[in-house]
């Protein structure tokens, strides 16, 4: 086949190649007009307004989205800070009640212990009246008529006084103890005046006679000593 070289730009080719070399260019600018083409032109910003409004529906339909988004969370908000309330409400309720179940159960264990101390403390005063007598007994016996010339009111004697004795030493183990305040200042916890009256040698204010020793249990006046208080002259 007939090849003919043709000289272009200085290059050197067939007639096939410079053909086909032509078809391309010629495609390239008919590319070039139809991309370029008034219609094109009028068509692409519809196509640009197309895609804006359906980008700004989409954004409206968000909008329209947030107004409900926020009302839901503005109610779960009020039901958190609700709920917040209840619980604290109930916790200071639980507080309560531990607290006043521990109050009960301190006035009880105190009831309790008070019971154990003090549940004697009706039998205590009958017995008071028991010792106040051998008191009495024992100090109404002339102290020069106890001798051995008279062993039965020796005998006698010296077995009230043992008795007196045993009866302080169980009243003590109990926690009962006697008071005896001659000579103390007086004290309205612990003693009772009967009278006043100016006494030689007492201060003012002070127990100058004990006519009923008083008695404590564990700490807690049962009798108060029965006194006469001196006074200023």
Known sequence: MFRQRVLQGGFSCSVEQWNMASWCVR?????????????LIRVSPRLLCTATQQKNGHGSDEEAEKPEQSAAEKLLVEEKAQL????????????????????????????????????????????????????KATESVPKEEVTSQNPHLK??????????VQIQKVFTKHGLVKLNPDGQKFDPYEHEALFQA????????????????????HGRTLRPALVGVAKAP
């Open 155 to 164: 005998n006698l004697y010296d077995g009230l006084v043992m008795t007196e």
């Open 198 to 217: 100016p006494v030689e040698g007492k201060e003012p204010g002070t127990v100058a006679v004990v006519t009923k020793v008083g008695y404590k249990l």
């Open 84 to 135: 917040e309330e209840e619980l604290k409400e109930m916790t200071e309720k639980y507080k309560r009640a531990l607290a006043d179940t521990e109050n009960l159960r301190t006035r009880s264990q105190k009831m309790i212990e008070d019971a154990k101390l003090y549940g004697i403390q009706g039998f205590c005063k009958d017995l008071l009246e028991v010792a106040d007598i051998l008191e």
């Open 27 to 39: 495609a390239v600018r008919q590319s070039y007009s139809l991309v370029a083409s008034p219609v």
